[in-house]
DNA sequence: CTTGACTTTCCAACCATGGGAAGGTTGAGG
DNA sequence: CCTCAACCTTCCCATGGTTGGAAAGTCAAG
């Protein structure tokens, strides 16, 4: 149904943001930061891409839908142009995304952990006893060291 | 060894941070966005802080350690508050945590998983060819729907 | 009094994104 | 030719949670 009609090029931002999936906001938001290089304009100042550039676009889009950050699809985006690159170095970066995942990934899955674990110990019913807020209340297992009594000058004498 | 020389109360806004986790730019955010009360003042100006002040200042950081977010503590904080809540509401409360928790932990670990894949099939040498860049450059199976061939006021007659 | 560790407020940045205002351009249809 | 809607432009603001710094005031110890 959405046989996508061919667009031709070049286009204007907002085929471009439908065509990539990267809203017009952001395609001028990567300009301005300069993950992509400036858009070529026509007279009236409209920004116009090629097929290159949404080529592009769509490189990032999928990047970030891997999660990777700007400054990584920026590498990406340089090993991409340069055919010489060596593999390895695009191993490198994603390796690197993944350890971050997994980071990310095991810091929320021990709260999923501890808070499933809280809440199956909640009755979950009107009376005001609960487990959830006890711990928060005080000191469940994962507490912080403590440091400085009093500041160094305090009145202690 | 930090023997925690019991701080005496009423504390300064350093101490309240050392004896909760808190850092003091963020003890003076949480007033400013109204998830503390204001705190009560010196005649010199400097806030201080009583010893339920802090036990509330450690619920807070405990939550925040669970990934609750600000608006989820102010929930927290009132059932904390009011000894007639109902459990039910609490639980209820971390239980749509743990759902974002899992939305979350889903979506990464699915980034994961593809980019783990695609990771394994790159040589990981000084050649060019890369798997990785050949998804993110032309369409892996995760593609946005296309729409739009051309804007309606289009150059097609 | 000086020193230095504290405190105050204010302003800015991060990251990625969205919202909206005010104004210019385009092209189709009347 | 004029109007109207749908584009486009730039600009500023907001989100969420946190950190950074600057300029200035306070406080206690030496």
Known sequence: MNEAVALQFPVNIGDASAATG???KMIRHYEEIGLIPPANRTQAGYRVYSEADVHMLRFIRRARNLGFSV???E???GLWRDRRR???KVKALAQEHIAELDARIREMTEM????EHLASR???DDRPDCPILEDLSSGGPAD???A???NRRGRHS
């Open 144 to 146: 912080i060291a403590q």
């Open 122 to 124: 909640c009755h979950g």
């Open 148 to 150: 400085r009594g009093t």
């Open 22 to 24: 990267v809203s017009a």
């Open 75 to 77: 590498g990406l985006l």
């Open 71 to 73: 400054k990584q699809i």
């Open 86 to 88: 060596a593999s390895s």
């Open 112 to 115: 999923r952990h501890t808070l």
